[in-house]
């Protein structure tokens, strides 16, 4: 690939994945989130969770940016001092889902068959059924759940929301692994708090 190419494709806006590794500290949220704001970027969809290691958390935010923009970010949010490591991936390099929940008049479900089709076909299960109305839940990527609310709008569609996107990385060996690897190789006598953010370019590599 030419130099001209490779700097027309690093120009190109698209959708980037960051995940975040880091402890679980009051606060840190809000600075990681300064930093999306300072540059002027719209986070479309950030979830927090444990992660497969304990007493570390994963953040998954969701923005459309440059590669260059998203690379500068990400060597921001590593400066901060309770972060172990930070990634960031396109869609192609994922694997993710988002959940959504709808609630629809219960006495069209019993009348239109076609509604009863519609979820079935969309993989929707009922997680609340009464009188006045029943509340579905499915999975799947936004252009999915966003065709399912056009498809329930004739229906009376009451309410619905959205989560925010959950995923995993594709070619990722896994973070308990490498730490687990990286204790046997340099044991440590008590777990302490930040323990290994002196050694985190060697524990969080991929």
């Not at 606060?27 to 007493?55: D, Q, V, Y």
């Not at 400066?79 to 629809?104: C, F, G, P, S």
């Amino acid at each position: 690939m030419s130099d001209q190419n490779q700097k027309e494709i690093s120009i190109v806006k698209q959708e980037y994945n960051i995940t975040v590794y880091t402890e679980n500290q009051i606060g840190l949220l809000g600075r990681i989130a300064i930093i999306f704001t300072r540059r002027k970027i719209n986070i479309e969809s950030l979830n927090t969770s444990p992660s497969e290691i304990e007493s570390i958390h994963r953040f998954n935010i969701v923005i459309t940016e440059t590669e260059d923009v998203v690379r500068k970010v990400t060597r921001q949010i590593e400066k901060q001092v309770e972060v172990l490591k930070v990634y960031y991936n396109t869609n192609e390099d994922i694997i993710w889902q988002e959940m959504a929940l709808y609630k629809v008049p219960t006495d069209i479900i019993a009348e239109k068959a076609l509604v009863e089709r519609l979820l079935r076909e969309n993989g929707a299960r009922a997680v609340v059924i009464r009188k006045d109305y029943t509340v579905f839940e499915t999975t799947g990527h936004r252009s999915e759940t966003d065709a399912l609310i056009i498809a329930l709008q004739p229906f009376g569609l009451i309410e619905f929301v959205r989560s925010a996107r959950i995923s995993i990385i594709k070619d990722s060996d896994g973070f308990n692994r490498k730490l687990r690897e990286f204790e046997r190789i340099e044991p440590g006598q008590d777990v302490i708090e930040n323990e290994f953010l002196n050694s985190r370019d060697k524990v969080f590599s991929m």
